[in-house]
Protein backbone atom coordinates (compact mmCIF):
# COMPACT_ATOMS: atom_id res chain seq x y z
CA UNK A 1 0.00 0.00 0.00
CA UNK A 2 0.98 3.51 -0.98
CA UNK A 3 -1.47 5.33 1.00
CA UNK A 4 -2.33 4.36 4.66
CA UNK A 5 -4.83 6.18 6.67
CA UNK A 6 -7.21 5.50 9.45
CA UNK A 7 -10.30 7.70 9.85
CA UNK A 8 -12.15 7.86 13.15
CA UNK A 9 -15.78 8.68 14.00
CA UNK A 10 -16.77 10.51 16.96
CA UNK A 11 -20.12 9.47 18.11
CA UNK A 12 -23.04 11.55 17.56
CA UNK A 13 -20.97 14.90 17.05
CA UNK A 14 -20.53 14.89 13.80
CA UNK A 15 -16.58 15.11 14.36
CA UNK A 16 -14.25 12.50 12.46
CA UNK A 17 -10.18 12.46 12.54
CA UNK A 18 -8.17 10.74 10.22
CA UNK A 19 -4.06 10.24 10.33
CA UNK A 20 -2.34 8.73 8.23
CA UNK A 21 0.71 8.29 5.88
CA UNK A 22 1.31 8.14 2.11
CA UNK A 23 4.63 7.10 0.19
CA UNK A 24 5.94 9.74 -2.04
CA UNK A 25 6.48 8.78 -5.17
CA UNK A 26 9.66 11.06 -6.12
CA UNK A 27 11.37 10.11 -3.33
CA UNK A 28 10.42 6.98 -1.40
CA UNK A 29 10.10 8.81 1.74
CA UNK A 30 6.66 8.55 3.80
CA UNK A 31 4.80 11.56 4.10
CA UNK A 32 2.38 12.09 7.25
CA UNK A 33 -0.90 14.13 7.60
CA UNK A 34 -3.54 14.54 10.25
CA UNK A 35 -7.24 15.82 9.55
CA UNK A 36 -10.48 16.57 11.12
CA UNK A 37 -13.94 17.40 9.94
CA UNK A 38 -16.88 18.69 11.96
CA UNK A 39 -20.55 18.61 10.92
CA UNK A 40 -21.44 22.43 12.10
CA UNK A 41 -25.44 21.98 11.27
CA UNK A 42 -27.47 20.68 8.68
CA UNK A 43 -25.87 20.73 5.55
CA UNK A 44 -22.73 22.68 6.71
CA UNK A 45 -19.19 20.94 6.87
CA UNK A 46 -15.83 22.42 8.13
CA UNK A 47 -12.85 20.49 8.06
CA UNK A 48 -8.75 21.10 8.14
CA UNK A 49 -5.34 19.13 7.00
CA UNK A 50 -2.00 19.26 8.22
CA UNK A 51 0.33 17.22 6.16
CA UNK A 52 4.40 16.79 4.58
CA UNK A 53 5.03 17.78 0.91
CA UNK A 54 7.76 16.22 -0.78
CA UNK A 55 10.16 18.92 -0.44
CA UNK A 56 9.64 18.67 3.43
CA UNK A 57 7.56 21.73 3.93
CA UNK A 58 4.22 21.48 5.31
CA UNK A 59 0.81 21.86 4.03
CA UNK A 60 -1.89 23.17 5.59
CA UNK A 61 -6.10 23.38 4.35
CA UNK A 62 -9.28 24.54 6.09
CA UNK A 63 -12.46 24.41 4.19
CA UNK A 64 -15.94 24.85 4.81
CA UNK A 65 -18.90 23.70 2.83
CA UNK A 66 -22.69 23.58 2.46
CA UNK A 67 -25.02 21.09 0.47
CA UNK A 68 -28.82 21.13 0.41
CA UNK A 69 -30.80 18.67 -1.67
CA UNK A 70 -34.47 19.78 -2.46
Known amino acids: ETDQ ?3 ISIGD ?3 SVTAGQILSSTDDKWQ ?3 GAEQKV ?3 VTVS ?3 GET ?3 TISKSIS ?3 KKSW
Do not use: N
Open 64 to 66: AGF
Open 48 to 50: GSV
Open 5 to 7: SAK
Open 32 to 34: RKV
Open 41 to 43: MDG
Open 54 to 56: PQG
Open 13 to 15: TGT
